[in-house]
């Protein structure tokens, strides 16, 4: 079977490389990881592309069976191409998690999460399943790890998927509360008028180092990388007589304040501290 690859990351192209299938052209899009690592991986020709218009214009000069997508931010028109397989891997358990930042939205809304096989057509991850692995959400995970564990996963759903020779595992039934997700700017700011877990679950969601949740102390804009609920009784009493959204302290890149009853401690905070002083507010 002749392949062709477009993506834009390395993970499963790896695996197709590796099992030495045969790979006609690689369709990398531009400005991504894949553009950077992909001299390293093979021999094989490869484009760069920035539009649906010249990846399409490219897959017209291209002979191949089989095509995997694994990263491809385009809905092909795969109805009216030319006859062949078009396979997509997916970092979710599909139907759950449609959309382009499925791993974040596992984060954020507490979701297992994983990897599905799939076959492409005019929806959004909306095709039959081949194959999937799914990984449980755990609150011991943040979203740098969370992506990791989803790059193995598809590898696994990849492999699995060759080993079925593409074979439709179960058409995508719905069943009522899966999630589309595509990360906006709100869901990366904190405004404190959130519950504790929400924004627990926003900082974990974009913890990673190129992220970060936002939010206001001290009149001062500051980003995090990391939360935590204090359970420790000495701190809790010490701070029994602060209000909400009082700072309690402040300590290299840490701030400890009281919210709702409970203890929140900020650390990787990014930015100015300086200001922010003992028993000042949160959000202001």
Same mark, same amino acid.
């Given at each position: 079977?002749?392949?062709?690859?477009?993506?834009?990351?390395?993970?499963?192209?790896?695996?197709?490389?590796?099992?030495?299938?045969? $790979?006609?052209?690689?369709?990398?899009?531009?400005?991504?990881?894949?553009?950077?690592?992909?001299?390293?991986?093979?021999?094989?020709?490869?484009?760069?592309?920035?539009?649906?218009?010249?990846?399409?214009?490219?897959?017209?000069?291209?002979?191949?069976?089989?095509?995997?997508?694994?990263?491809?931010?385009? $809905?092909?028109?795969?109805?009216?191409?030319?006859?062949?397989?078009? $396979?997509?891997?997916?970092?979710?358990?599909?139907?759950?998690?449609?959309?382009?930042?499925?791993?974040?939205?596992?984060?954020?809304?507490?979701?297992?999460?994983?990897?599905?096989?799939?076959?492409?057509?005019?929806?959004?991850?909306?095709?039959?399943? $081949?194959?999937?692995?799914?990984?449980?959400?755990?609150?011991?995970?943040?979203?740098?790890?969370?992506?990791?564990?989803?790059?193995?996963?598809?590898?696994?759903?990849? +492999?699995?998927?060759?080993?079925?020779?593409?074979?439709?595992?179960?058409?995508?039934?719905?069943?009522? +509360?899966?999630?589309?997700?595509?990360?906006?700017?709100?869901?990366?700011?904190?405004?404190?008028?959130?519950?504790?877990?929400?924004?627990?679950?926003?900082?974990?969601?974009?913890?990673?180092?190129?992220?970060?949740?936002?939010?206001?102390?001290?009149?001062?804009?500051?980003?995090?990388?990391?939360?935590?609920?204090?359970?420790?009784?000495?701190?809790?009493?010490?701070?029994s007589s602060l209000g909400n959204l009082e700072v309690f302290l402040v300590y290299e890149d840490v701030i400890i304040f009281k919210k709702d009853d409970e203890v929140i401690k900020l650390y990787n905070v990014k930015g100015d501290l300086s200001e922010l002083a003992v028993h000042?507010?949160?959000?202001?």
């Amino acid at each position: 079977m002749k392949y062709v690859f477009v993506g834009n990351r390395k993970f499963v192209l790896e695996e197709m490389i590796r099992q030495n299938l045969s $790979i006609q052209h690689i369709f990398v899009v531009a400005n991504t990881h894949l553009q950077r690592d992909i001299k390293e991986l093979a021999n094989t020709s490869f484009s760069l592309v920035s539009s649906k218009k010249e990846l399409l214009a490219g897959l017209e000069e291209v002979e191949y069976d089989c095509l995997i997508s694994n990263g491809c931010p385009f $809905i092909l028109p795969v109805d009216k191409m030319k006859s062949a397989k078009y $396979i997509n891997i997916h970092p979710s358990y599909l139907p759950d998690l449609r959309g382009v930042d499925p791993v974040v939205g596992a984060m954020l809304f507490q979701r297992d999460f994983g990897a599905t096989c799939h076959y492409m057509d005019s929806g959004i991850d909306t095709g039959d399943i $081949i194959q999937r692995v799914k990984i449980p959400f755990t609150k011991d995970l943040d979203i740098a790890l969370a992506y990791q564990l989803s790059f193995i996963a598809e590898k696994e759903a990849f +492999n699995l998927a060759l080993e079925a020779n593409f074979e439709v595992f179960q058409a995508q039934k719905n069943a009522g +509360n899966e999630i589309y997700y595509k990360r906006s700017p709100k869901d990366q700011s904190i405004t404190f008028e959130e519950s504790n877990q929400e924004i627990l679950n926003k900082i974990r969601a974009f913890s990673n180092l190129s992220q970060g949740a936002y939010f206001k102390a001290g009149g001062k804009d500051l980003k995090c990388h990391g939360a935590i609920i204090l359970t420790n009784d000495y701190v809790k009493n010490a701070m029994s007589s602060l209000g909400n959204l009082e700072v309690f302290l402040v300590y290299e890149d840490v701030i400890i304040f009281k919210k709702d009853d409970e203890v929140i401690k900020l650390y990787n905070v990014k930015g100015d501290l300086s200001e922010l002083a003992v028993h000042s507010k949160m959000g202001s």
